[in-house]
């Protein structure tokens, strides 16, 4: 579904990704982690066609970066660290916009219905919460509210860069949740960048570790917690107390 091949993004002052390999089976949640600074982002921004890498080739759904960019642009939902928001419009515009932006003109009624619909699966009221506007929201809801905003152009493919960052251990498993859920209910293929252990744990079927512009690790959670590779161990031990 997702096949990259020695991707290498080079920023002027030595490679972050070097000659990168990854991929992602149809339907299956792989998580990214390592240290800050580690190319993590870069690595999404490339697979949504935001940043041009020096050499490599990105396949995703059969379809080739950067000639089938728009292809596949359409088929893609992002979710960022910021949840970036337009705080002039309300939740229920911010959603609005997303489909008013891809260019399929829907009725007004019908329009309304795949809004609700969004803000339904992450657990926002359409009513009580459609009407309010960014400012008022917690930092959880503003995650809701990206990702209602990326699932209501039902995309098959998200990719979600820290969505759990800033929230506490409670509203962290709430968004893994709704990860798992969009996951399983839409059949996408998800891609997740996360510093979180246990959200990556929970949610993944694959957790790959990037160091030095390459992945040093790939498996399953339950492997990642049992590696012995230096810097996951060192990762492992700052997360226990
Ligand atoms: N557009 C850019 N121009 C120049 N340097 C950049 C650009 N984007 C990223 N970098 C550099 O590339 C490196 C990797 O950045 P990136 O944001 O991908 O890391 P990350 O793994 O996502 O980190 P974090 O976990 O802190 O979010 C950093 O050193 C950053 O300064
Ligand atoms: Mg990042």
């Known amino acids: 579904m997702i096949s990259v091949e020695r991707l290498t993004v080079d920023f002027g002052q030595g490679p972050i990704l070097d000659s990168l390999n990854f991929s992602v089976a149809p339907g299956e949640i792989s998580a990214i982690m390592g240290l800050s600074g580690g190319g993590k982002s870069t690595l999404l921004r490339c697979l949504s066609g935001l940043i041009v890498p020096?050499?490599?080739?990105?396949?995703?759904?059969?379809?080739?970066?950067?000639?089938?960019?728009?292809?596949?642009?359409?088929?893609?939902?992002?979710?960022?660290?910021?949840?970036?928001?337009?705080?002039?419009?309300?939740?229920?515009?911010?959603?609005?916009?997303?489909?008013?932006?891809?260019?399929?003109?829907?009725?007004?009624?019908?329009?309304?219905?795949?809004?609700?619909?969004?803000?339904?699966?992450?657990?926002?009221?359409?009513?009580?919460?459609?009407?309010?506007?960014?400012?008022?929201?917690?930092?959880?809801?503003?995650?809701?509210?990206?990702?209602?905003?990326?699932?209501?152009?039902?995309?098959?493919?998200?990719?979600?860069?820290?969505?759990?960052?800033?929230?506490?251990?409670?509203?962290?498993?709430?968004?893994?949740?709704?990860?798992?859920?969009?996951?399983?209910e839409a059949k996408t293929t998800t891609v997740l960048v996360s510093h979180d252990v246990a959200s990556c744990c929970r949610t993944a079927d694959r957790i790959w570790f990037l160091e030095n512009g390459t992945f040093t690790f790939c498996g399953s959670p339950s492997e990642f917690l049992n590696s012995k590779t230096p810097a996951i161990q060192n990762m492992l031990r700052s997360v226990r107390f």
């Open 54 to 184: 020096q050499a490599g080739t990105i396949t995703i759904c059969d379809r080739q970066m950067p000639q089938d960019l728009p292809e596949i642009r359409s088929s893609m939902g992002m979710v960022f660290q910021t949840s970036a928001l337009f705080d002039s419009l309300s939740v229920y515009q911010n959603v609005a916009f997303a489909i008013r932006r891809r260019g399929t003109p829907q009725q007004k009624e019908q329009l309304s219905q795949t809004i609700h619909q969004a803000l339904n699966v992450v657990g926002l009221d359409p009513e009580e919460d459609g009407v309010k506007m960014p400012s008022e929201l917690s930092g959880g809801m503003k995650k809701r509210v990206g990702m209602a905003r990326a699932i209501v152009l039902e995309p098959k493919i998200m990719l979600y860069d820290e969505p759990t960052t800033g929230l506490d251990p409670i509203s962290t498993e709430v968004i893994d949740g709704l990860i798992s859920k969009i996951n399983n």
